[in-house]
């Protein structure tokens, strides 16, 4: 996987994340002090997730054989500063001549995707200090 790279300069919130060869604008909306250009992190957040779901379940499908037709994950994300807990809450749509068991087989997959996992799993992180680029 490419590496992530985040900076920001001195527009209020504006965010360019980029890889090798993308560019993803994140940002905050007008009401906090940001610009509205990009989505916030926590959306992003959700959308990793949205985007891994539809991705392993049309993979699967398609390995299998099955007419999927289109699948559609709408992902709200809470955190209640209280507990500590985030939520993540995902509607997914199978559309497709799809049967029962291949439809309860496809939302078991939804939940297999490596986002999904990675976030439900214990996380550890590392921040490192590193000398200022030229």
């Known amino acids: 996987m490419a590496t992530i790279t985040a900076r920001i300069e001195r527009t209020p919130y504006e965010t360019h994340l980029s890889t090798d060869s993308q560019v993803v604008v994140v940002d905050e909306p007008v009401e906090v002090g940001g610009q509205d ?4 992190p926590g959306e992003l ?3 990793a997730l949205a985007s891994c779901t539809v991705i392993t379940v049309r ?6 054989g099955w ?4 699948v559609v994950a709408h992902v709200d994300f809470t955190r209640d500063d209280k507990t500590h807990r985030s939520l993540f ?3 997914l749509i199978l559309n497709g001549d799809l049967d029962d068991a291949q439809r309860a087989r496809l939302l078991e997959m ?7 996992r990675a976030l ?3 996380i550890d992180f590392e921040t490192i200090l590193v000398e200022q680029l030229a």
Do not use: F, N, V, W
Not at 37 to 40: C, L, S
Not at 110 to 116: G, L, V
């Open 37 to 40: 250009r990009g989505m916030r």
């Open 45 to 47: 957040l959700a959308g």
């Open 59 to 64: 993979m699967y499908a398609d390995r299998k």
């Open 67 to 70: 007419p999927l037709d289109s």
């Open 89 to 91: 809450t995902m509607r």
């Open 110 to 116: 939804a939940d297999r995707c490596p986002i999904h």
């Open 120 to 122: 439900q799993e214990p």
